[in-house]
T-cell receptor, first 114, second 111 residues
Framework: ETGVTQSPTHLIKTRGQQVTLRCSSQ?????VSWYQQALGQGPQFIFQ???????GRGNFPPRFSGLQFPNYSSELNVNALELDDSALYLC?????????????FGEGSWLTVV | QKEVEQNSGPLSVPEGAIASLNCTYS??????FFWYRQYSGKSPELIMS????GDKEDGRFTAQLNKASQYVSLLIRDSQPSDSATYLC???????????FGRGTSLIVHP
């Protein structure tokens, strides 16, 4: 149990629709990272938020967007859904203290696009 | 060349054996290294982190880091069927707070 919670856990959307995924970070953590994990692949970095500012972005199109709130919770929005967006979306939080910025994952949101 | 490379497996070992999982990385500036375990249908959970060359032990798990060879490994002693999962290697470049993941190695421990 990492203290990182995500919602919803499973959802099915139609191609072209929009989806919002939510994440509550672990208490005391100010950084949230979002990853996409397709079946049989490792997690791919989408973007990271630190103290409400985007702090890095992976190779994902602009229809993937997000934000972080003052309480450090975060949302991932995906517009104009495509079939290839079907994946496990992982939120991870961290506090940037100590060495290496260890990240802790939530349970994930399974998105199926039909 | 991918930033973090792992053999996808599956690696099959008998119960009680030592499982050895390997990971190589391309960025010589990498500073932090992590191993995560991911059961089928679940999210990754942190097993160990390692930052200095050498070995780090935690129970049945030992992480080994060789920065000169850009190589990090995870040894699981006395493997149990419950260890059957995908093991993900993650690497942070120096000054970065964004770990890059390999595709994972599937481990099967058979009775």
């Amino acid at each position: 149990e990492t203290g990182v919670t995500q919602s919803p856990t499973h959802l099915i959307k139609t191609r072209g629709q929009q989806v919002t995924l939510r994440c509550s970070s672990q208490s005391g953590h100010n950084t949230v990272s979002w990853y996409q994990q397709a079946l049989g692949q490792g997690p791919q970095f989408i973007f990271q938020y630190y103290r409400e500012e985007e702090n890095g972005r992976g190779n994902f199109p602009p229809r993937f967007s997000g934000l972080q709130f003052p309480n450090y919770s975060s949302e991932l929005n995906v517009n104009a859904l495509e079939l290839d967006d079907s994946a496990l979306y992982l939120c991870a939080s961290s506090d940037r203290t100590g060495t290496g910025n260890t990240i802790y994952f939530g349970e994930g949101s399974w998105l199926t696009v039909v | 060349q991918k930033e973090v490379e792992q053999n996808s497996g599956p690696l099959s070992v008998p119960e009680g054996a030592i499982a050895s999982l390997n990971c190589t990385y391309s960025d010589r500036g990498s500073q932090s290294f992590f191993w995560y375990r991911q059961y089928s249908g679940k999210s990754p959970e942190l097993i160990m982190s390692i930052y200095s060359n050498g070995d780090k032990e935690d129970g049945r798990f030992t992480a080994q880091l060789n920065k000169a060879s850009q190589y990090v490994s995870l040894l699981i002693r006395d493997s149990q069927p419950s260890d059957s999962a995908t093991y993900l290697c993650a690497v942070n470049r120096g000054g970065s707070y964004i770990p890059t993941f390999g595709r994972g190695t599937s481990l099967i421990v058979h009775p």
